[in-house]
């Protein structure tokens, strides 16, 4: 009985100690100081990322709605029209020239940039239109705001060199967009920096030379049928890689 006594009295003092060992808590090591997990920079927009915020009212008229108004070659303006920061004339025929069009988007803070090809039609509509133009030529560029914009040469079938129409490559909000112009396909073009090309559609031979030597990832067909843009642009994508093509609905801006 005695040695039942002493056994158990030994087993309760081994449990009690460990039991006592398990409630000690294991001392923490001290806090450290992490440098923060960086931030990777925002990445570069894609010109897909522009399609939300361009518009087309048919021929070469397109509105680019985003930190500035920006107009291309406005005619057919219908729809909501917010007032232009930025307009873009590229040569004086009469789809592409537009007084009364124009004079709908005028805005306090209106610059008008235009091509020597039509500086003869805006003297004669300057008391009209009652604000100042830029003449552009093909090579020179200009800031106005931030927005960046260079003049290069669009001439072709219908639109001689010698009289002065321009192409317009502006840069805003880290996308530059290339306005053709009335123009054919030449071999500077290859040279020029551009994310999103508007691109005339006056046959399919021509607007696959264009398709083909522009670099922009992203073209838009424009001056022909919302149809014919649509089927160019569904040709062009099984035949010609590394590009996207698209043709925008035309008509009123509806936002």
């Known amino acids: 009985m005695k040695r039942c006594l002493s056994f158990f009295l030994l087993i309760s003092i081994l449990l009690a100690g460990v039991a006592g060992c398990a409630a000690a808590a294991t001392p923490q090591p001290p806090p450290t100081s992490l440098p923060p997990t960086p931030i990777p920079p925002t990445s570069t927009p894609s010109p897909q990322d522009f399609l939300g915020k361009l518009h087309w009212f048919g021929t070469s008229a397109f509105l680019y709605n985003g930190?500035?108004?920006?107009?291309?070659?406005?005619?057919t303006l219908a729809g909501t029209l917010p007032?232009?920061?930025?307009?873009?004339v590229s040569h004086a025929h009469s789809d592409h020239w537009s007084v009364p069009d124009i004079k709908k988007i005028i805005g306090p803070n209106t610059t008008l940039?235009?091509?020597?090809?039509?500086?003869?039609y805006y003297e004669a509509a300057k008391a009209d239109l009652g604000i100042p133009a830029i003449v552009l030529a093909e090579g020179q560029t200009t800031q106005v705001e931030g927005v960046s914009i260079q003049?290069?040469?669009?001439?072709?079938?219908g639109h001689p060199h010698e009289a002065g129409g321009d192409g317009y490559i502006v840069s805003i909000d880290g996308t530059s967009l290339y306005l053709t112009g009335g123009t054919d396909a030449y071999p500077d073009m290859a040279k020029y920096n551009c994310d999103i090309a508007f691109v005339p559609v006056y046959s399919k031979a021509q607007a696959q030379a264009l398709a083909e030597i522009i670099p922009a990832k992203l073209i838009i067909f424009e001056h022909t049928s919302y149809y014919a843009a649509k089927a160019v642009?569904?040709?062009f994508t099984?035949?010609?890689?590394g590009k996207t093509f698209v043709a925008l609905q035309d008509g009123p801006n509806t936002p």
Do not use: C, H, T
Not at 151 to 157: D, I, L, P, T
Not at 238 to 241: A, E, Y
């Open 67 to 75: 930190s500035k108004v920006i107009y291309f070659d406005p005619i």
């Open 151 to 157: 003049a290069v040469a669009a001439y072709g079938a």
């Open 238 to 241: 099984q035949s010609i890689s």
């Open 233 to 235: 642009a569904d040709l």
């Open 83 to 88: 007032k232009a920061d930025l307009i873009l």
């Open 113 to 120: 940039i235009i091509s020597p090809n039509v500086s003869s």
